[in-house]
C-alpha cells in the first residue's frame, strides 16, 4: 500500500520573509511536524519565515532566532545537492543550544524554493543567490556579526567559492564545510558519460543509495519526503564540470576553516577533493571520522554526536568574547 504523502505546494505561494506566528498553524504546522522541527519551536526567541526575492528566483528562507539572551553571533547554513533546509533540524538544534542567530535557506531548484527540479545551468547562480541573500537578511537587522558559514556537500562548494572568489572582502569569520565537494566519486567515468548522454537526454533517473549510516534517515528521503527529486538534470553536471575548472583556479584564502569528513564517503572523490581544498585553503583544520559517509548532519547519532563536538568547539572557540544580547541586535551590524 503506498503511503500518502504530505502536499507542501500551498507553501510556495507564501509571502516575503516575516515573523512566523508561534506556534504555526495550518500547512507550516505540518510542515514543520513531517520534519521534526516542531519540538525546536520551543528554543527559539522568534522565527522570520517565507521567501526571498533574488533575481528570477524566490528563495524559501528561514531565520531563526535563540531566546533572549547572549547572542554568539549568525550561522549561514547551505545545504547540499538535493537537500532542502527542513533536513537540517539535528544541526540546527546544535546551534540554537549555543547561542547562535540560524539563517536556512534552500537552494533554486530545491526544496520550497523556486527554479526547475535540482538544476542549474551556471553555479555562478548560486552564489550570486548567497551574496544577494546576506545582504537582504542584513538589511531586515538579522545579521549579528560574527557570521559563520556551513554548508554541506554542495553547499560547501558554495560557501568555499564564494570566500576564494572575494579573497580578503568575504564577510566571512570562519567557515564549516561537512563532506565537500569539489569533485564526485567516479567522476572520470562520469564526465565521460555526461559528453555523450547530453544531446540526447535532458536527465537521468537518481539512484538513490545510502550516504549516511542512518538507515531510517535514507529511507525518509526515498519514501516519505515529498520535496524531493528523481531524477538529475544533465545540465546540473555540465555546470558542476565548469565549476570544478573555475574553482581550482582560484588563488588560496588564509580563511579559519573547519572540514569534517567521512571516510566512507562514497559520493564525492574526498581524498582527491582534500587536496585541492588544503592548497585552496591553507588554514584549514580537517576532522576524519572513520564510520561516517557523506551525509553529515544525518549520520547515525553516535557518528553525528562526535562530529558534533568538534564542530561546537571550533565554533565556540572562533566566537569567543563576540556575545551581544539579542536587544542588542535590532539594527545591522556595521562593517
Not at 533540524?89 to 549555543?98: E, I, M, V, W
Not at 533554486?108 to 552564489?127: K, N
Not at 572568489?165 to 572520470?188: D, I, M, T
Not at 591553507?282 to 558534533?308: C, G, K, M, W
Request: hydrophobic share 40%.
Amino acid at each position: 500500500m503506498t503511503m500518502s504523502l504530505p502536499d507542501f505546494s500551498n507553501l510556495l505561494n507564501a509571502g516575503p520573509l516575516a515573523p512566523l506566528a508561534l506556534p504555526p498553524t495550518g500547512v507550516m504546522a505540518q510542515y514543520f511536524r513531517h520534519y521534526g522541527l516542531e519540538d525546536l519551536i520551543t528554543q527559539v526567541g522568534g522565527i522570520e519565515s517565507g521567501h526571498v526575492q533574488v533575481g528570477e528566483f524566490r528563495l524559501w528562507t528561514q531565520v531563526w532566532t535563540p531566546q533572549e539572551g547572549a547572542l554568539r553571533g549568525t550561522i549561514v547554513v547551505v545545504h547540499g545537492y538535493f537537500d532542502h533546509l527542513a533536513l537540517y533540524g539535528h544541526l540546527l538544534r546544535l546551534l540554537l543550544d549555543a547561542g547562535f542567530r540560524v539563517v536556512l535557506w534552500d537552494l533554486p531548484g530545491h526544496g520550497l524554493s523556486s527554479g526547475e527540479r535540482a538544476a542549474i545551468d551556471d553555479f555562478a547562480t548560486y552564489t550570486q543567490c548567497l551574496r544577494a541573500l546576506l545582504t537582504q537578511i542584513e538589511a531586515k537587522g538579522l545579521m549579528t556579526a560574527p557570521l559563520i558559514g556551513i554548508g554541506q556537500s554542495t553547499g560547501a562548494a558554495i560557501l568555499a567559492t564564494d570566500a576564494l572568489e572575494r579573497s580578503g572582502h568575504h564577510p566571512w569569520q570562519s567557515l564549516v564545510l561537512l563532506a565537500p565537494l569539489v569533485r564526485p566519486c567516479k567522476w572520470q567515468r562520469s564526465r565521460v558519460m555526461h559528453r555523450l548522454a547530453t544531446p540526447f537526454i535532458r536527465s537521468i533517473p537518481r539512484s538513490h543509495r545510502p550516504n549516511t549510516t542512518h538507515l531510517a534517515f535514507t529511507d525518509f528521503l526515498h519514501h516519505k519526503d515529498p520535496l524531493q527529486t528523481d531524477t538529475l538534470p544533465l545540465v546540473w553536471v555540465g555546470a558542476m564540470r565548469d565549476w570544478m575548472s573555475h574553482v581550482r583556479r582560484l588563488p588560496p584564502t588564509d580563511l579559519s576553516t573547519l572540514i569534517l569528513q567521512g571516510e566512507q564517503d562514497a559520493t564525492v572523490d574526498w581524498r582527491w577533493n582534500l587536496g585541492v581544498l588544503r592548497r585552496l585553503l591553507p588554514a584549514a583544520h580537517i576532522v576524519y571520522h572513520q564510520d561516517a559517509r557523506h551525509h553529515l548532519v544525518n549520520e547515525s547519532p553516535d557518528i553525528r554526536q562526535t562530529l558534533f563536538r568538534d564542530l561546537h568547539h571550533f565554533l565556540i572557540t572562533q566566537t569567543e568574547g563576540s556575545c551581544v544580547t539579542t536587544a542588542d541586535t535590532s539594527e545591522p551590524p556595521s562593517r
